[in-house]
C-alpha cells in the first residue's frame, strides 16, 4: 500500500502587539513595524529570485497589531494621537517603547500612572509571550517585576536612575541589546532599529536582516551604547568618597599614577582608600582614572583637532597603542574610528 510522505505542519503566523499608552515615543511603536514590515516584503523578493532558506518555504509575515489598554485615542509624546485597537488573545511578542521623560523627577508618577500596563506586561509575559523593550520602556519592565535577578539594559543616559530604583536587576548599561530568556531590552530610542533587525534575522535569517539594513540605510547591528556616552550629560552623581576620588583624579589626568599620593591626599593608608573605593563602585582608583582619562580623550577627539597622539599625550599616557587598546576595551571602537564616526 503506498504510503503519502508526511508533511512538516506550517509555521504558526507570529501575532506582535504593540502597546501604545500615553506619552510613548511613536518611533519605538512604530519604527519596529515599518522594519518588518519591509523586510517582509524583501524576504518574498529575495526568494523569487535568489532563494533565502536553502529551498525552505518563508515564514507566514507576522501579523502587527497596535494596542492600548485604555478606550479611545491614545496621545503619543508630542501630542501625537493614534486610535489603536483592544488587545485580544495571545501574542508572541509584546513591544513595549520607552516614554518621554520631560523631568527625572517626574519618573516615579508616570510609571504609577502606568499601572494598568504594567498588569498587561505581566499577564503576557505568563502566557509565554516574548516581551521586549526600548530605551525607558525597561522602567515598566522593572516596575512590572520581570526584571529581577535578570540582566537587562536601558537608554545610557537614565541607567543611574534605573540602578537607583531596581538594584535587584543586573544592569548591563553599555550593552545596546540584551536578551534574557523571553525577555529582550535594548538602549536608547535608535536601538529600535538594532531590536528590528535582531528580530528579523529569527523570523528570516541572516542575509535577509542584512539586506534590510543596507536597503534602509542603518548599521549592521551595533553591540555597545558606549561609544555615544557622554557623561558630562548625566546627572550629577552624589556626593561619595569615590567621586572625590575621581574628581581628585579628574584634575591630574595627565599625571602618573601615584597610589601612595592619592592616598596621602585624602589623609588615609592606601589600604583604606582600595577598599572604601571598591565598596561604593565595585571598581579600582586606577579604574576611575582610566575611564576619566577616556572620557576627556572623548571630549578632544570630538572638539579639538589634535593628533590622536597629542590627545594620548594630554591624558598622560606616552604610548599611543597601549591607550588605543584601553579606549578599544571601554568605548568599544578604536580612537580614529570613534573620531570618524562622531564628526
Known sequence: MATTPSTAPAPETLRIALLAYPGCLGTELLGLADLLRLAGQLAQAMDQTTGTTAGQALPPAPVLELVALRPGPVRLAGGFVLSPGRPRGRYGLLLVPGMELGRPEALALQLQALAEEQRFIRRCAARGSVVATVCLGSFLLAEAGLLDGRRATTSWLFAPAFAARYPQVQLQAQELLVEDGALLSSGAVSSVFDLALHLIKRLYG???????????????????????????????????????????????????????????????????????????????????????????????????????????????????PTFARLFRRLVGESPARFRQRGR
Open 206 to 320: 541572516a542575509r535577509v536582516a542584512s539586506r534590510t539594513a543596507r536597503v534602509t540605510l542603518l548599521q549592521p547591528p551595533r553591540s555597545s551604547q558606549a561609544p555615544y556616552v557622554d557623561e558630562r550629560l548625566l546627572p550629577p552623581a552624589p556626593p561619595s568618597f569615590a567621586q572625590a576620588v575621581r574628581g581628585w583624579l579628574e584634575a591630574r589626568l595627565a599625571e602618573p599614577f601615584d597610589l601612595a599620593r592619592l592616598a596621602a591626599a585624602f589623609h588615609i593608608s592606601s589600604r583604606t582608600l582600595l577598599r572604601r573605593v571598591r565598596q561604593e563602585t565595585g571598581s579600582t582608583p586606577l579604574a576611575l582614572l582610566q575611564q576619566a582619562r577616556v572620557q576627556k580623550a572623548k571630549q578632544l577627539l570630538l572638539g579639538t583637532r589634535q593628533s590622536t597622539a597629542q590627545i594620548v599625550a594630554a591624558v598622560g599616557y606616552q604610548d599611543v
